[in-house]
């Protein structure tokens, strides 16, 4: 937690206190800007103008009611305050505060006498302007756990959040099921995992994890649309200890269910240094997305013009294919990706997982956009099994919610062999053709580099939906790369290596005519022999993309609806996506319900 989350503390911990250190050392100094240990002042129920009289039963009932009130405030006590501040950790209120614009509306204030359900805070707040529903669990309260009080005041935050349409936001902080609560902890994951499964795809929701989550903890915020986790944090369905005992194995919680494991397994979309961090990241991605299924996602008027030339994209392409390596230069897509987006502002998704291929969302002309775009910069931006997935996934969510997306494809195809078969990546493949095939909202192709075989003919073209295909003239499109000369000109090449063998023979003998020895003539000879061949093989490579490597045959066939130079991407692609829009209705999905997902 950064040092600014120190205006952030709640009242009744102000002060300056002493408090134990982590390693339970005594003296360690702890700040807050009251006296806790000070006198309260009673509080006055008058009503203004009143005659003043004796209080009663009236003032009784009324000081029962505040100090139920505060319970959830003031139960913890300032230890539990400080444990949790010296964990690097916030408490529910102080992230509730800090995420909200104004003070949250508390729902289902169901404490009780013991603290029944005080765990777990439900809230409506206000988020940027935007009604969110919100619930955080409170981890100086029964370590946050779990009961069937809790799971049922979840599902009926749930619930509300769908009625109503608003975004939903978790702030997760549990040790898991309330075990002096028996089958009841489990009934009340239950309940909310239910609840929430019910308004996917109804409404947008996004999750952080805060502080150590085990079990149900794990599962129910995975189930959200997105999930946000701090440096120093851990969720897994079981912690450390549990490994320890049931397998036998050492691991710390970092290596059993840290941002480094769960980013890689996708788990994981956003990895941010700290808490405050991940709040400023829930308000980043509620500023792109829709409140619910029945809208689009909302426009922000820019300032930046759509006409504005995107001069930096010429420049990257042409050192890199001016360079020694040509075409076969890698790129960083996220360069165009920028050059696109107003202001060049754009938020990628799961940046830790499979760098070869990017998923972000930006906006155009104010109108929100999501990009898949494959990154040669990484792996020649070839498609594995991670990067299918990761496509896959953010496909569905922008088909669900109303975003259009703009895919650029740059790759050499799906990444073969025998480890990449054994994890299914025919599998892997057909989910992000699946997802593209179903996609309804606005969608265009820019081919900047390569394309490839079943990468080109799976990655949203027109046949399978694409609304709109535009080329870049450093376009090289084929069924296969340069490796396809060997099948369009084997007839030319199996007549270059037989000539060659002639050739051989050839000049071994006018070698030893200028007075070489046998071995010294014939190693010549195959010198010069090789570079020949190496020199016609070269032509027919140059004959390849000329005739075939080349956007040519695809806009005779209309698979490219016109070349588009690079300094004009972003004011051809904002225009037309301007007009798709204008006609497009926002609008609930109402197709077939797919086989696979």
């Known amino acids: 937690m950064s040092d600014s989350s120190n205006d952030l503390l709640p009242e009744q911990g102000r002060g300056h206190v002493k408090s134990q250190g982590k390693a339970g050392s005594p003296g360690t100094p702890f700040a807050t800007l009251t006296n806790p240990f000070g006198d309260i002042e009673e509080q006055q129920f008058e009503v203004p103008g009143q005659i003043q009289s004796a209080p009663g039963l009236f003032e009784e009932a009324m000081k029962a009611g505040a100090a139920l009130q505060r319970r959830p405030h003031t139960a913890a006590g300032v230890q539990s305050i400080q444990r949790q501040h010296l964990k690097k950790r916030m408490t529910v209120w102080e992230r509730i505060d800090c995420l909200a614009d104004e003070p949250p509306r508390i729902l289902y204030q169901n404490w009780g006498p013991n603290l029944d359900g005080a765990s777990l805070v439900t809230a409506l707040i206000r988020v940027g302007g935007r009604d969110v529903a919100i619930y955080g669990h409170d981890f100086t309260v ?38 002096p609560a028996g089958v009841g902890g489990l009934d009340g994951y239950a309940d909310a995992f239910t609840a929430l499964r019910k308004i996917s795809g109804i409404v947008p929701s996004i999750m952080c994890m805060f502080g150590f989550n085990a079990g149900g ?63 400023r990241k829930v308000r980043a991605l509620l500023n792109y997305l829709p409140s619910h299924n029945g809208v689009a996602a909302p426009h922000q008027p820019s300032s930046d013009p759509i006409s504005r030339k995107t001069w930096d994209i010429d420049i990257l392409l042409k050192k890199a294919f001016n360079s020694p390596t040509g075409f076969n230069t890698p790129i960083d897509i996220t360069v165009l990706i920028q050059q696109l987006c107003d202001h060049g502002d754009f938020l990628e998704l799961q940046a830790e997982r499979a760098r070869n291929t990017i998923t972000a969302l930006g906006r155009m002309g104010g109108n929100v956009i999501g990009f898949v775009a494959n990154n040669s910069a990484v792996a020649s931006g070839q498609i594995d099994i991670g990067a299918a997935y990761k496509n896959a996934r953010f496909i569905r969510f922008c088909n669900l919610y109303n975003i259009p997306i703009i895919f650029l494809e740059d790759t050499t195809g799906f990444l073969p062999g025998k480890e990449q078969e054994s994890r299914g990546i025919v599998q892997a493949g057909r989910a992000m053709l699946d997802a593209i095939v179903d996609l309804r909202t606005p969608r265009f192709l820019v081919l900047v580099r390569n394309a490839f075989g079943g990468a080109y003919a799976s990655y949203n073209n027109y046949p399978t939906g694409a609304d709109f295909v535009v080329a870049l003239p450093t376009t090289r499109v084929a069924v296969m790369g340069p490796a396809g000369v060997e099948y369009v000109y084997k007839d030319e090449l199996r007549k270059l290596r037989a000539e060659a063998k002639t050739r051989l023979v050839k000049e071994t003998e006018a070698q030893k005519s200028a007075g070489l020895g046998e071995t010294e003539a014939e190693d010549a000879a195959r010198v010069l022999v090789d570079g020949w061949i190496k020199a016609e093989e070269h032509l027919l490579a140059q004959r390849y993309e000329r005739e075939l490597m080349n956007p040519n045959e695809a806009l005779s066939l209309g698979s490219i609806s016109q070349i588009v130079m690079p300094s004009d991407l972003r004011h051809v692609l904002t225009e037309h996506m301007d007009f798709c829009l204008r006609n497009y209705e926002p609008a609930p999905m109402d197709g077939v319900q797919r086989e696979f997902h």
């Open 142 to 179: 029964r370590a946050g756990s779990m009961d069937a009080t809790n799971g049922e005041k979840l599902a009926r935050l749930f619930e509300l959040a769908a009625k109503q349409r608003i975004p939903l936001v978790g702030l997760n902080d549990s040790a898991g099921a309330y075990i």
């Open 217 to 279: 903890g794990s599962y129910l915020p995975r189930q959200g649309s997105f999930l946000i986790q701090p440096n120093d944090t851990f969720f897994g369905l079981t912690g450390p200890g549990v490994v320890k005992s049931v397998l036998g194995e050492d691991v710390t919680p970092d290596e059993l269910g840290g941002p480094g494991v769960h980013s890689q397994s996708g788990v994981t979309d956003f990895v941010v240094p700290d808490e405050v961090a991940a709040l």
